[in-house]
């Protein structure tokens, strides 16, 4: 199991077809988790989807 916070205080998103660009975001702190495992190439590997949720204000 992988897991890791991000800042993404300054991340902005960009609709390709009009170019308006939105953000950045209210809450940019963000917690990921992703699970590992060998696989039988060798080196490890993502096995599931980046689980991601909001950071909670303390």
Known sequence: MLNYCT????AS??????G????P???PEVF??????ENELGPPGA???TARS???RT
Request: glycine letters at 6%.
């Open 7 to 10: 800042d993404e205080s300054k």
């Open 13 to 18: 998103t960009r609709n390709l077809k009009t």
């Open 20 to 23: 308006v660009v939105e953000g």
């Open 25 to 27: 975001g209210t809450d």
């Open 32 to 37: 990921c988790s992703v699970s590992m495992a």
């Open 47 to 49: 096995t599931s989807p």
């Open 54 to 56: 909001r950071r909670p």
